[in-house]
């Protein structure tokens, strides 16, 4: 069956025109988005992603036209309607059309069902090389539709053969362009609290760490990671996954650590049982 979305409180075939072209994200860019998934046909950490979702509309100042509960029924009428096991969800909440073409009078509130991405599977074994690149994010709490610099690089990424850019600003670093990023010094995991959406992998990555070494949530700056002796990368696409390579510079001996594989498997595993 086809996929189908949701819009201000209609479900429509994926491939209805919705937006009218005074939208507010279109205009002015204002508006910002999630993206979760399914995992044995249950969303996963669903809770977690609700709270991101509102946290980050309360910072863009949008109240959300629906509760937590009425979405989650949204949710489970989509789903049934693709007739797939597994899919992924994407929220989109604009600032909704503005008379004036910048005032909020109503978000509008869009939910896309859309299959699964494969996201560089491969490079969850053999890791992946990043760029990087002298930005940090506008409110970066904030999930915000605005990827310019992603897409202003994607030609100099596929020329460079490089996967992601990490993100550093006065020799602090703070995350990939859609994805968190983690250290490792000898036994102990460091990953970046500034400047950074606050991913849900990062957050179960962090709960399945602590059980077997030292966590520090601190600033990381760029010097300790091209230093680092195992980098990673987490995300819903991504999971963990190495990162072996900065700019011109192998992390470690240039091939995925032994620790990160470990992380990544106890991810695997959880995912593999979610919901059972």
């Given at each position: 069956m086809p996929f189908h979305q949701y819009f201000n409180g209609e479900i429509l075939p994926i491939d209805s025109p919705v937006f009218k072209t005074h939208d507010l994200g279109l205009l002015r860019g204002f508006g910002l988005f999630d993206y979760f998934r399914?995992?044995?046909?249950?969303?996963?950490?669903?809770?977690?992603?609700?709270?991101?979702?509102?946290?980050?509309?309360?910072?863009?100042?949008?109240?959300?036209?629906?509760?937590?509960?009425?979405?989650?029924?949204?949710?489970?009428?989509?789903?049934?309607?693709?007739?797939?096991?597994?899919?992924?969800?994407?929220?989109?909440?604009?600032?909704?059309?503005?008379?004036?073409?910048?005032?909020?009078?109503?978000?509008?509130?869009?939910?896309?069902?859309?299959?699964?991405?494969?996201?560089?599977?491969?490079?969850?074994?053999?890791?992946?090389?990043?760029?990087?690149?002298?930005?940090?994010?506008?409110?970066?709490?904030?999930?915000?539709?605005?990827?310019?610099?992603?897409?202003?690089?994607?030609?100099?990424?596929?020329?460079?053969?490089?996967?992601?850019?990490?993100?550093?600003?006065?020799?602090?670093?703070?995350?990939?362009?859609?994805?968190?990023?983690f250290i490792f010094q000898g036994d102990k995991l460091i990953t970046s609290d500034r400047n950074i959406l606050k991913g849900i992998t990062r957050k179960v990555v962090m709960e399945l760490a602590k059980p077997h070494f030292k966590v520090e949530v601190r600033p990381v700056m760029y010097k300790e990671v091209i230093m680092a002796d195992e980098v990673f990368t987490t995300s819903t696409t991504k999971w963990v996954m190495p990162v072996v390579q900065i700019g011109d510079l192998p992390v470690g001996n240039g091939e995925a650590g032994k620790r990160t594989l470990f992380l990544q498997q106890l991810f695997e595993k959880l995912v593999a049982s979610w919901g059972k």
């Amino acid at each position: 069956m086809p996929f189908h979305q949701y819009f201000n409180g209609e479900i429509l075939p994926i491939d209805s025109p919705v937006f009218k072209t005074h939208d507010l994200g279109l205009l002015r860019g204002f508006g910002l988005f999630d993206y979760f998934r399914t995992y044995n046909g249950v969303p996963f950490r669903w809770d977690d992603y609700w709270q991101r979702f509102e946290n980050s509309a309360r910072l863009l100042k949008l109240t959300l036209p629906v509760t937590q509960q009425e979405t989650a029924k949204v949710l489970a009428d989509l789903h049934a309607m693709s007739g797939e096991q597994e899919v992924a969800f994407r929220f989109v909440l604009t600032g909704g059309y503005a008379p004036d073409s910048v005032n909020v009078v109503e978000p509008n509130f869009l939910i896309r069902t859309e299959a699964l991405p494969q996201d560089n599977p491969a490079g969850r074994l053999k890791g992946i090389k990043v760029l990087p690149y002298d930005y940090v994010r506008d409110l970066p709490e904030v999930k915000t539709t605005n990827y310019v610099h992603m897409v202003l690089m994607a030609d100099e990424l596929r020329r460079q053969q490089a996967a992601d850019l990490l993100f550093h600003k006065e020799g602090e670093i703070s995350e990939l362009t859609r994805s968190n990023i983690f250290i490792f010094q000898g036994d102990k995991l460091i990953t970046s609290d500034r400047n950074i959406l606050k991913g849900i992998t990062r957050k179960v990555v962090m709960e399945l760490a602590k059980p077997h070494f030292k966590v520090e949530v601190r600033p990381v700056m760029y010097k300790e990671v091209i230093m680092a002796d195992e980098v990673f990368t987490t995300s819903t696409t991504k999971w963990v996954m190495p990162v072996v390579q900065i700019g011109d510079l192998p992390v470690g001996n240039g091939e995925a650590g032994k620790r990160t594989l470990f992380l990544q498997q106890l991810f695997e595993k959880l995912v593999a049982s979610w919901g059972k």
